[in-house]
Structure formats: structure tokens, C-alpha cells
């Protein structure tokens, strides 16, 4: 399984971005596919999930302004980031499960990881 993240760029404030997980390898919808960031100097935290294709998640700094989405026929999950803040500055990865439970949806140590993509929001 490979996971190829992709969409991240230098904003300013209060602009958005979409970023891209594709995903190679993982057939079916019942993968959990989420979205971690690890900030400079900092642990690599949960931003938002998509539980085996049903439910979404998210952490409570980005609820309202991130949405987490994916198409399955294309193995593909996005994160649509509004609203954009300097504290969202991080290395993204996208992440992918296909047996996580949800006790552990926000922790780190998803089977599948991608490379991670730079966002940089300027104030």
C-alpha cells in the first residue's frame, strides 16, 4: 500500500486548501483514512478521520473549518481546509487502516502512512 499526499502550499490567513491522499493498493471502503500534522518541534496529532467510510472526525481546533472526505472509486480521500489559521502551519500525512479500531482512530499509529505535505499559513 502506498499513500500519496499532495495539495499543500504557503496561504495566507483565512484562505483555504484541499489536500489529497491517494491511495495505491487499499482496495475497498472500509479503510479508516485520516489526517495527522506535526507542527515544528512539536508530537504529530490527530486532525480528522473517515472511520471505515461512515463516520467523520476531527479535532476540536478545526471543527467547523476542515472536512474530511473520500471517493472511493478513485481511493482517494481529501481534507478541505477553510478558514485557514497560522497555528494550522504543519507537515500533513495522511494515514490509512484497514483494521483500526475506534478507540484508537486518534492515535498515531496507523498501519499505512504517506509522506506528508507542507502547509505554511501566514498571518
Known amino acids: 500500500v502506498q499513500l500519496q499526499a499532495s495539495g499543500g502550499g504557503l496561504v495566507q490567513a483565512g484562505d483555504s486548501l484541499r489536500l489529497s491522499c491517494a491511495a495505491s493498493g487499499l482496495t475497498g471502503s472500509r479503510a479508516t483514512m485520516g489526517w495527522f ?5 512539536k ?15 476531527y479535532r476540536d481546533s478545526v471543527k467547523g473549518r476542515f472536512t474530511i472526505s473520500r471517493d472511493n472509486a478513485k481511493n482517494t480521500v481529501y481534507l478541505l481546509m477553510n478558514s485557514l489559521k497560522p497555528e494550522d502551519t504543519a507537515v500533513y500525512y495522511c494515514a490509512a487502516d484497514p483494521n483500526r ?14 509522506q506528508g505535505t507542507l502547509v505554511t499559513v501566514s498571518s
Open 37 to 41: 500534522r506535526q507542527a515544528p518541534g
Open 101 to 114: 479500531i475506534l478507540s484508537e482512530l486518534r492515535v498515531a499509529t496507523y498501519k499505512y502512512w504517506g
Open 43 to 57: 508530537e504529530r496529532e490527530f486532525v480528522s478521520a473517515s472511520f471505515r467510510g461512515t463516520n467523520t472526525y
